[in-house]
T-cell receptor, first 114, second 114 residues
Framework: AQTVTQSQPEMSVQEAETVTLSCTYDTSESNYYLFWYKQPPSRQMILVIRQEAYKQQNATENRFSVNFQKAAKSFSLKISDSQLGDTAMYFCAFMKRNGNKLVFGAGTILRVKS | KAGVTQTPRYLIKTRGQQVTLSCSPISGHRSVSWYQQTPGQGLQFLFEYFSETQRNKGNFPGRFSGRQFSNSRSEMNVSTLELGDSALYLC?????????????FGQGTRLTVV
């Protein structure tokens, strides 16, 4: 079975600064996907970024980038130039390559302060 | 393209009653997954349907059931409601297992059992 661990229950960052959210996972699979989802107060789950485990290059999406360390089973999210709209709960999630079931971490509440 | 639609958005039921929640996936998507979100247990996978067949089931009692129709719309049913069933129920839609793995979430149904 796969497990996903987010060790930071809450974090805060000043507007315009950079913050990194941590995630580790455990799996015996060799091919899989990792995701970061954002859930703002509206409760709508929004995909932030996706990483395919067989790709060594770290994924980036505008101000969001990941540091994927496959051997260490680590998948952190870096948010640059933080904005007030980034305030949300962030979930790290795992999916097997040919599956469709997401395994989520417990989440990290991120507060961006002005 | 319309997003994932979940109905109703809010629901209040009494212990012992049953409830049916509905999810209409994005047009063309054939896979629907359901998740339960609670403050204590976080996001937990309930079940996944693809082409009217249940592919995966999470570790929930038999009171939780679901189905998928030929138009890919899905329903989940919870019978003999308990206070602990109070949660946000999220539905996710995707093309199918292993195909363009992005899952799009609905806004959820907030179920309160009193």
């Amino acid at each position: 079975a796969q497990t996903v661990t987010q060790s930071q229950p809450e974090m805060s960052v000043q507007e315009a600064e950079t913050v990194t959210l941590s995630c580790t996972y455990d799996t015996s699979e060799s091919n899989y996907y990792l995701f970061w989802y954002k859930q703002p107060p509206s409760r709508q789950m929004i995909l932030v970024i996706r990483q395919e485990a067989y790709k060594q290059q770290n994924a980036t999406e505008n101000r969001f980038s990941v540091n994927f360390q496959k051997a260490a089973k680590s998948f952190s999210l870096k948010i640059s130039d933080s904005q007030l709209g980034d305030t949300a709960m962030y979930f790290c999630a795992f999916m097997k390559r040919n599956g469709n079931k997401l395994v989520f971490g417990a989440g990290t509440i991120l507060r961006v302060k002005s | 393209k319309a997003g994932v639609t979940q109905t109703p958005r809010y629901l209040i039921k009494t212990r012992g009653q049953q409830v049916t929640l509905s999810c209409s996936p994005i047009s063309g998507h054939r896979s629907v997954s359901w998740y339960q979100q609670t403050p204590g247990q976080g996001l937990q996978f309930l079940f996944e349907y693809f082409s009217e067949t249940q592919r995966n089931k999470g570790n929930f009692p038999g009171r939780f059931s679901g189905r998928q129709f030929s138009n890919s719309r899905s329903e989940m049913n919870v019978s003999t409601l308990e206070l602990g069933d109070s949660a946000l129920y999220l539905c996710a839609s995707s093309s199918g297992p292993g195909q363009n793995t992005e899952a799009f979430f609905g806004q959820g149904t907030r179920l309160t059992v009193v």
